[in-house]
């Protein structure tokens, strides 16, 4: 025998509807968090796009920028050979007739190695040497003599 009262049967129904309504959220629920992983995934996809667009660019403007440089180093190297060619400094100290002379004998100093081994010379030795020749195997062509120092 089934005997029901009109309450419980009323608690059964409203249990069926609101399992429904659940159910219903649920999908709904798990359906918005799709569209929201979608969304997601879509955003990250453009921002890094444009990243990698922003990169590119940035990239050719300095590879444009090196190949300039290079072509002024290149520019700049004709300019110095040419500059520092015997024919044109030859050309410049006739341009400003500078009266070049050959050094004097006393702004000379010459060094000879007559030995060719320095092992275990140090620089106060060899310039100690320098100052007493007679002790050395290093000799000195001018005596005395101050060297004289050009400025450019």
Request: hydrophobic share 50%; charged share 30%.
């Given at each position: 025998m089934n005997i029901q009262t009109t309450q419980m049967?009323?608690?059964?129904?409203?249990?069926?509807?609101?399992?429904?309504?659940?159910?219903?959220?649920?999908?709904?629920?798990?359906?918005?968090?799709?569209?929201?992983?979608v969304f997601a995934v879509a955003n990250s996809y453009i921002y890094l796009n444009q990243q990698i667009q922003n990169i590119e660019r940035d990239n050719t403007k300095i590879t444009r920028k090196i190949e300039n440089i290079d072509r002024e180093i290149k520019s700049l190297q004709n300019s110095y050979e040419n500059a520092s060619s015997r024919s044109m400094i030859d050309r410049q100290i006739a341009r400003f007739n500078l009266k070049l002379r050959e050094a004097d004998h006393s702004q000379i100093k010459k060094i000879s190695l007559n030995d060719g081994n320095l092992s275990g010379s140090s620089l106060a030795d060899v310039g100690e040497t320098l100052q007493n020749p007679e002790h050395s195997n290093y000799r000195r062509d001018v005596a005395d003599a101050e060297p004289h120092v050009t400025r450019h």
């Open positions: 049967k009323m608690q059964k129904k409203q249990i069926k509807e609101h399992s429904d309504w659940s159910i219903y959220c649920r999908i709904i629920l798990k359906l918005i968090m799709f569209l929201l992983a």
